[in-house]
C-alpha cells in the first residue's frame, strides 16, 4: 500500500491563530498550513475594531482579567483568562517587532501606541492599525513573516474533509486541492485554527469562509465540544436591504457614538449604566427589542430601524480614523458625520467550539485547537470586545508548545488519492437551497432571543438539511461546498442541541421562556461529546 505524503505539523486555517502556532512549530520541524483560499481570507483578516491588550503593567494586567470575567458572565475559566491576559503584552510586542504596525501619536509609527475603549472595557486599552484594519495587519504581517520561513509550507485553495484517526489518535487530514483531488497527509499532529462558523446564521458578519469546517470534523472524529450555545451577536452590522452585513466596529461606539431607535431615541439609557458601552449581549439585544417593541408581532430580530449616530463627533476625523468603514458606508451614499447609521445585531463570534485544555489539546490525541474553533473557556458565555486576536496569538503559541512538548510519533497512514465525484450543475443549485435553509432557520429560530419552541423547529429545519447532505454523500459525491454544508449542518445540530439543555439565560444565551440565570444549576459548561447518545449534552464545572 502506498504511504501518504508527511509532514511534521499540519495546521488547518491560516488566521491569526494558524499562523501564530506555524511561526512557533517551524522552529523544530516541518509544517503544512491549509487554507480553503488564499493566504489572508480569514476571520483575522475582517477583525476591525483592535486588539486588546494590556500594556500598562500589572495594574492594567489584573483590570483586563476583572473585564474579561465579567464580561463573561460566570463562566470564564479563570486560569485561561489569566494567561491571556498577562502573556498577551509579550505576544503583541513580538508581532510588532515582526513587522505588524499599529497605530501610533504622531501618524508615522513613532510615538506613543494609540489606544481606542470599547465595550465592557474599564480602560482605553484596544491597539488598532490603519484605523479600522486591525485584522488586517495582524494578518498580513503574520503571513509575511510566517512566508519566508523555509520550514513552513502553504496549501492554498486546499479544503481539509476529514482528520485520519487510527488507535485512537489522530494521524493527519484528507485533504482537497483546488482541482478537486482528494489527498491524504500523514502528520505528527494536527492543530485545527480555522476559525468560528457565523456562515451557519443567515445574517452574520463574517466572509463565506466561516463554515465552521475544523468545528465539525473535530466532533466527527470524537473529539468533545464545549459551549456551543454561547454564540455572539454583534450589535452593529450594517443593516441595508441587498447589502450584507457588513461590521460597523464597536471602535465608534468607543469614540462616542450613540444608539437611536426610529423615534430618535438614546435608549441604551433605559438597559445598562455604560449605555452605548454596555456588555456586547445586553447591547445586541436592546437593539433586537427596540427594534421589535415597535412592532410587537414581528420576528426574532429587528423590524424597525435602530441607528449609530456620530453626528456629534466632531474631536476626530471620521473618516481618517475608520477609513475601511467610511469606505464602504460610501458606496451606499451613507457618510458617518452626515448620516444616522442603519444597524442591527449579526452572528459574529462562537465562544464555544472544540473542548481544550490551556494549551489546545482537545480530548482526542494527536488533535489540538486553538483561536475562535477552539473552547478554552477563555471567554465564558459573552466574549469581551477585541480580546479574540489576543486569544489567537497567546493561545495559537500555546497550542504550539503542547505539540512539540507531547512529542507524538509520525504514524504513516495509507495514502488515499482520488478524484470525488464532482456535484452536476443540476445538484448544485438544491444543495445552495439546503444551505439558504438552514441559514435562515437558524437566524429565526437559534438567534439572539430563543425559547424550547423555536429551537426544536431548528432541529426539524436542520434534519432536512442533514438529510438532503446524506444524500449525496451516499452517491460519493464530494466537493468544498458539499464539505461545508455538512460542517455547516453539523455545528447547527450542536448549537440547537446545547441551547435546548441550557434553560436558562446567561451571557449570548437568552432564552424568551427561561429569562433568569440560574447559577444553581447551569454554573457549568456544556460538553458534547459522541461517547454520549447522539445531541446528549452534559453539563461539567470546568
Ligand atoms: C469590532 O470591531 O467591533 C469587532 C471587535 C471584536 O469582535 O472584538
Known sequence: MVKASQVDFLVMGAGVAGLRAAVELARHGEVLVVTKESLGESNTHYAQGGIAVAMEGDEDVALHLLDTINAGDGLVRRPAAQALVAEGPVRVAELIEWGAAFDTEDGKGGGELLRTREGAHSLPRILHARGDATGAEISRSLAAFARVHKRIRFAEWTTVTGLAVADGRVIGADLLD?????KRVSARAVLVAAGGAGQVYSDTTNPSVATGDGIALAAQAGAALADMEFYQFHPTALSLPGVPRFLISEALRGEGAYLRNDRGERF???YHPQLELAPRDVVARAIAREGMAAAPDSPPGCSRPVHLDMRHVKNIDLGQRFPGISAFLAQHGLDLARDLIPVRPAAHYLMGGIRTDLFGRTTLPGLYAAGEAACSGVHGANRLASNSLLEGLVFGARAAHSMLDDGLPLVAADATESVPVPLTAGEEAPLEELIAGLRTAMWAYA????RESTLLE?????AVCAAGLAQLAEQGKGSRRLSEAQAMSRVAHAILHSALAR???RGAHFRNDYPQRDDERFLK???????????QVVFEAW
Open 268 to 270: 441604551m439609557e433605559r
Open 525 to 535: 459548561h456544556s460538553i458534547l461529546n459522541r461517547k454520549g447518545p447522539e445531541g
Open 503 to 505: 434553560t436558562e439565560s
Open 458 to 462: 431548528g432541529l426539524a429545519a436542520q
Open 447 to 450: 438567534g439572539l432571543l430563543r
Open 178 to 182: 483546488s482541482e478537486s483531488r482528494l
